[in-house]
């Protein structure tokens, strides 16, 4: 245990915050560094300050054993740390580009306090080049100290981060120095070990029924095989790549969903016919309004304008973007021909976050289309089991926001479920009809159960099974 290296993370945010619980339940002392007080100060009660399943339990752990430490000092964290991880945000420019501020401001504060050699991992999504300019400013501003760079890309999504960042299916450790990388991946071998040792019970429902696959799927892989050993360069484009592909994958499925909806085919059978090739796989061909969040909308245009400056047109992606672009248009003119009346009806939106399983809020296709409909003068009343403070910002005024499903129902003329919360999927409609002005029901995320429904006399509405029943 004393020979483990001590660990800076900077930035505590849903990648920093996860990683630096789980190195120090892994047995590492880890200071988990961020400017902003008021995150620290919540970390240091020994709860995570957004909403991740699971998360509570570990940060709890971790900060019980004092190896985790909480802090917006890089005076106090970094002259005894030997290994900083830099887990700060990436937000993108008004012209697509990746504001790298951040980024150069933790590098700086970090390279200026320190006086021990040190190996920089960079767990930020960065546009490919920058770990070789980053390299390169540090040394710059200081010359003293020894300093290699090591790009470990983080796969965690949000909503199974935890499960994602114990269980993770590859480890990705692009270096120009072997000692850097053995390094980075002897720790995280130590967080591999330490994953194996836990009971299920630490995991509430994730394993089995979340991720429906058991324990031992997820160790069917060595930890060795799971290691991806690339230069610098490959690595950073690995990590935009997977999630590039990704929304790709979502922007296909919506666009047979349209031809599914006007052609009688149901977009859920045929992906399930098309996702069990092996060679194509089931996931992320889940048809519904589209893909938002923090990463899939600033990784795409990122990759979009970093090709555009290497002189290569991703025109492939420019049309994922379009056709992401278009889902909620698509799915309002499905409660435009329901022909409600503006003046007496209201519609719901259930759910704001960008996904099932967060808070996070940011790109949210749910709340663009809860202010599209209102934007074009109906009455909408909105609710979500747990991001409406942080949705409050975001969303038109005059839209409604209610405490529970049961009141944004109450009178209502049209429910959209827009973010596929369980408590909606496993919510009993029949019973609530009589809560319904008129019984309209759009599914924007087809998780709700169409022939169902139709029998207990709602219409239904999905993307794209819309003539399938
Ligand atoms: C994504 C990636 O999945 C992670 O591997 C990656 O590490 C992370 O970005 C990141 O770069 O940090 P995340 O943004 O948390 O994770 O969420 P996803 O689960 O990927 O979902 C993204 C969006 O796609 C959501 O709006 C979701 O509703 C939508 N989606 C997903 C679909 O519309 N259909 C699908 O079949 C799957």
């Known amino acids: 245990m004393s020979e483990k290296k001590n660990i800076t993370i900077v930035g505590t945010g849903y990648v920093g915050l996860t990683t630096a619980v789980m190195l120090a339940n892994a047995g590492y002392k880890v200071f988990t560094l961020d400017i902003d007080q008021k995150k620290i100060d919540v970390v240091k009660t020994g709860k995570s300050y957004f909403y991740e399943p699971s998360l509570d339990i570990f940060v709890e752990k971790a900060i019980k054993s004092g190896n985790l430490i909480p802090t917006t000092s890089y005076k106090e ?9 830099s887990c700060v945000g ?3 420019r008004e012209d697509g580009s990746s504001n790298l501020d951040y980024i150069f401001a933790a590098a700086e504060s970090v390279v200026t306090n320190t006086k021990k050699d040190l190996i920089y991992v960079q767990k930020s999504t960065v546009p490919v080049g920058t770990g070789k300019s980053l390299l390169k400013f540090m040394k710059g501003k200081n010359a003293k100290v020894t300093m290699h760079y090591v790009s470990n890309p983080e796969f965690l999504a949000e909503s199974t981060a935890v499960f994602d960042t114990l269980f993770f299916d590859r480890l990705v450790v692009g270096a120009d120095n072997e000692e850097a990388r053995k390094i980075v991946v002897n720790i995280f071998k ?5 994953a194996k040792g836990l009971e299920d019970q630490h995991f509430g429902d994730y394993i089995g029924t979340y991720k429906n696959f058991s324990k031992k799927d997820l160790f069917s892989k060595t930890f060795e095989e799971k290691v991806i050993s690339t230069n610098i360069e490959s690595a950073e484009l690995i990590k935009v790549t997977a999630n590039a592909f990704l929304a790709l994958k979502i922007s296909f499925a919506n666009s047979i969903a349209k031809l599914a909806d006007v052609s009688g085919a149901n977009i859920s059978q045929v992906m399930d016919g098309v996702g069990s090739d092996i060679r194509i796989g089931r996931s992320f061909l889940y048809a519904g309004l589209g893909w938002g969040g923090g990463c899939f909308p600033k ?3 990122g990759l979009i304008h970093t090709a555009k400056e290497h002189g290569v047109e991703l025109s492939i992606m420019n049309k994922a973007v379009d056709v992401n672009n278009s889902m909620v248009p698509y799915t309002f003119n499905k ?11 209201f519609v719901t939106v259930l759910g704001l976050s960008f996904k099932a399983g967060t808070s996070d809020v ?14 074009k003068g109906y009455k909408v009343v909105a609710y979500d089991p747990h991001a409406m403070e942080e949705a409050k910002e ?7 926001l209610k405490q529970t499903i049961e009141e944004a129902i109450d009178g209502t003329s049209c429910v959209i479920l827009a973010t596929e919360w369980k408590e909606f999927i496993n919510f009993n409609w029949e019973i609530n009809s009589k809560l319904f002005k008129k019984k309209n029901i759009i599914d924007a995320r087809n998780k709700l159960n169409q022939s169902q429904l139709t029998k207990q006399g709602f219409v239904y509405c999905g993307i794209g099974q819309d003539k399938s029943s």
Not at 77 to 85: H, N, R
Not at 394 to 400: M, P
């Open 335 to 345: 409660l435009k021909k329901l022909k409600l009346d503006k003046k007496s009806d």
């Open 190 to 194: 130590d967080l591999d070990s330490y």
């Open 394 to 400: 975001l969303l038109n005024k005059q839209i409604t």
């Open 90 to 92: 990436t937000p993108d």
């Open 77 to 85: 964290a970094i002259p005894s740390t030997d290994i900083v991880l």
């Open 299 to 301: 990784d795409v245009h």
């Open 362 to 375: 940011r790109k949210s296709q749910s709340i663009k289309l809860a202010n599209y409909i209102r934007e």
